[in-house]
């Protein structure tokens, strides 16, 4: 019985010969999932009604790790993942020159990814250590960017930096060994720096490690090029150096998810943590809106809660850390003003234009209840 259906010409064909349209499908899944994780961050910053320049550096990240897809799709189509016999010096020479145009958009993207990283951290962290720790974090990732891209670009000399498979290339392997090995360490340092911030916070344990954790995905991007480093193919002294794939497929994972973890701070555990007051009373000033967004405007300037010692007007000394909210020793009154205000403005406090607080010898007797408090109180009046 003859059938209806027309399969027509499949677009490739995976065979013992040929598997480039296995790289193809991973290399445009992992560019799906990249643009969405990218859409997802812009989406929450575009609610928030300003987005970062953090967020313009990781959509530019996503850009070039589009491009790099779009170069190794280029060089299946040209005969990447297919045996050397079956292609002529054309194609040869064109999958050499995806390859390389490849290996240079592959630095950009992950240069980007990591500069986001460090942006977002210099508005957090303003502390001066901190911000000396961030300044030789932004110097070395310049540094490493500069380095790797020129590298990538004329490692193989020219005329003709794109002749991969030539024997012209000086030293092509340990080029990419010491670069990985410093993009490691990059990485790590973009992990230790914020947790090391935090974790001097006064802040409950589960939500230090919430916050952590958004910036601690890096560690998979980590894993990711050690994977791809130990893939690092020898292409001048292969016989057949259009054959394998592993290496693109480990280079498309590790692209994809540096943009991803670019994303993550910004994501929801992250942004629940700060509408909830995980971050409130600690950092300065509220970076969440109702809707779990938050505003850059207002954002949140890590700090310690060191201990500072404060005069009132009745010389009565007390310290920051007093204050904590941690500690159930005082009791802190707030009076709302309205000043005229609308009452629709959703009783969200938006600016403190003033703080006043009063010492009291009399004990504080609660509204519920007939015992009385043992303690000095505490009122605070706060001017909107």
């Not at 001048?236 to 592993?246: G, K, N, Q, R």
């Not at 929801?268 to 700060?274: L, Q």
């Amino acid at each position: 019985m003859a059938s209806f259906y027309d399969e027509g010409t499949r677009h490739a064909v995976v065979t013992a010969n040929n598997c480039g349209a296995v790289l193809e499908i991973v290399a445009w899944f992992l560019m799906v999932v990249m643009i969405l994780a990218t859409a997802l961050k812009l989406v929450i910053r575009l609610i928030a009604r300003q987005p970062g320049v953090d967020d313009v550096l990781v959509t530019i990240a996503m850009l070039f790790g589009v491009g790099e897809v779009v170069a190794i799709s280029l060089a299946a189509n040209d005969g990447l993942g297919r045996r050397a016999e079956l292609l002529d010096s054309a194609q040869i020479k064109n999958v050499q020159k995806r390859l390389y145009a490849s290996s240079i958009l592959y630095v950009v993207t992950l240069a980007f990814a990591k500069a986001s990283i460090v942006i977002l951290m210099s508005r957090l962290f303003v502390e001066k250590r901190h911000v000396t720790v961030n300044r030789i974090l932004s110097a070395a990732l310049l540094v490493w960017s500069l380095a790797a891209i020129f590298g990538a670009a004329f490692q193989c000399g020219l005329p003709h930096p794109w002749r991969y498979f030539a024997q012209t290339c000086s030293n092509t392997n340990t080029f990419w060994y010491v670069i990985g090995a410093f993009d490691i360490l990059l990485d790590l340092a973009l992990v230790a720096s914020p947790a090391y911030v935090i974790q001097g916070l006064k802040m409950e344990i589960p939500k230090k490690v919430v916050i952590i954790s958004a910036f601690a995905l890096r560690i998979i991007v980590v894993a990711a090029q050690i994977v791809r480093l130990t893939l690092l193919p020898k292409y001048d002294e292969l016989a057949d150096p259009t054959y394998p794939i592993a290496f693109p497929i480990a280079t498309q994972i590790q692209t994809t998810l540096a943009v991803m973890a670019s994303c993550a701070p910004a994501l929801r555990p992250f942004i629940d943590r700060v509408s909830t007051g995980g971050l409130g009373g600690l950092l300065g000033v509220s970076l969440a809106n109702r809707d779990g967004t938050y505003d850059v405007s207002g954002s949140y300037r890590m700090r310690d809660l060191s201990v500072g010692v404060r005069n009132s007007r009745n010389s009565k000394t007390g310290s920051q850390e007093d204050f904590s909210p941690y500690r159930s020793n005082y009791r802190a009154i707030i009076f709302r003003r309205d000043d005229g205000k609308k009452e629709d403005e959703e009783q969200i406090i938006r600016k403190t234009t003033g703080f006043e607080i009063e010492y009291s010898t009399h004990p504080m007797q609660s509204d519920n209840s007939t015992d009385r408090e043992q303690e000095d109180g505490v009122q605070g009046h706060t001017t909107i």
